[in-house]
Structure formats: structure tokens, C-alpha cells
Nanobody, 119 residues
Framework: VRLVESGGGLVQAGGSLRLSCTAS????????MAWFRQAPGKEREFVSA?????YYADSVKGRFAISRDNAKNTVYLQMDSVKVEDTAVYYC????????????????WGQGTQVTVSS
């Protein structure tokens, strides 16, 4: 499935940003969707995922919210109370059925969108 992210940009610490990821699949509803991020010099890390419920990394729990609109083939990541350490390229990923937190278990990836949080 082809994935296209949007919504990245520059935001001040404490502000908000909403990322979107639109998938090309006609069977979007059967996919588990996830967001990962990668900061310069660091490994790609799990942020959030959704199948029938949402899952969050401890570092974003209570600040980020994942949701999906199956009619629009789109998954969203609402980022509130952002911190400088949230700065990274954010990637959307998809796999069939069940969400996981492991990068290696997702076969389809978007091109990424840059999020920069200034202090």
C-alpha cells in the first residue's frame, strides 16, 4: 500500500501539530497503522499505532493522539504540548490487521514528514 504523509513543519515548544497519512488501499480498514520517528543520529522509534485501539510510546502518552478515518483512508497523529525532543522525521507505516511497536514488522512506509520543534 502506498502511504503519503503530510502536516509536518515548524512549531514552538508547547504548541500543536497534526500529521496525516493517506493510504492508497481500497481495504484500508484491515490495516493496522503506525507512526514512527527518526531524529538525526538516532534509530527509528515507535510513536503510536492503531488497529481497533490506540497504542503509544511512553514518551508521547498523554500528549499525542492517534485516530483514523477509514472512509478517507487516512490516519492522523494529533501532537499537543510538543517538546524540542519531538523533533524528527515522522514516518507512517502499515501492516495487516494487528498493530505492533516493531519497525521490522511493518512492510509499507511513507516518505516521511519533518517535524521541528523550536524552544
Amino acid at each position: 500500500v502506498r502511504l503519503v504523509e503530510s502536516g509536518g513543519g515548524l512549531v514552538q515548544a508547547g504548541g500543536s501539530l497534526r500529521l496525516s497519512c493517506t493510504a492508497s488501499s481500497r481495504t484500508f480498514g484491515i490495516y493496522a497503522m503506525a507512526w514512527f520517528r527518526q531524529a538525526p543520529g538516532k534509530e527509528r522509534e515507535f510513536v503510536s499505532a492503531i488497529d481497533r485501539r490506540g497504542y503509544y510510546a511512553d514518551s508521547v502518552k498523554g500528549r499525542f493522539a492517534i485516530s483514523r478515518d477509514n472512509a478517507k483512508n487516512t490516519v492522523y497523529l494529533q501532537m499537543d504540548s510538543v517538546k524540542v525532543e519531538d523533533t524528527a522525521v515522522y514516518y507512517c507505516a502499515a501492516r495487516l490487521y494487528t498493530a505492533t511497536m516493531k519497525t521490522s514488522e511493518y512492510g509499507d512506509w511513507g516518505q516521511g514528514t519533518q517535524v521541528t520543534v523550536s524552544s
